[in-house]
């Protein structure tokens, strides 16, 4: 009858430090792929920024659609700063929107690095 006890408890520890190391390494994962969404996020605004410098063709598909995507990404500062160069404005708005995102995903993935058990 001890041994069952003792077998039992063995049983509970074991789960319960299992489980410890499943959300620890879910949480690692975790901030892991949102640190690099959030790299993927601020290099597809610097790639627009770099295509608008560059006076890139408008119309060509590539530059449209990181256009596109650049412009769902500026988390709202898109037209923040107002200068009268047009390539100064999307350096300014858009390279502010890309640290950000960099900023948001290195601080998250902090968090939920601390919060890992």
């Not at 640190?35 to 605004?45: D, M």
């Not at 608008?52 to 256009?67: D, K």
């Not at 999307?90 to 919060?115: M, P, S, T």
Request: net charge neutral.
């Amino acid at each position: 009858m001890t041994q069952d006890a003792d077998t039992g408890s063995q049983r509970k520890s074991n789960t319960s430090a299992d489980l410890r190391a499943l959300a620890s390494k879910s949480l690692t994962l975790a901030a892991s792929v949102i640190k690099i969404l959030c790299t993927i996020f601020a290099a597809i605004l610097v790639i627009h920024i770099v295509l608008v410098v560059a006076a890139a063709n408008p119309q060509n598909g590539i530059t449209q659609f990181f256009a596109d995507a650049a412009n769902s990404l500026t988390l709202g500062i898109g037209d923040l700063f107002l200068p009268a160069s047009e390539s100064l404005k999307v350096i300014l708005n858009y390279g502010l929107a890309a640290v950000v995102w960099l900023i948001i995903g290195a601080v998250v993935a902090r968090i939920l690095n601390a919060l890992a058990p």
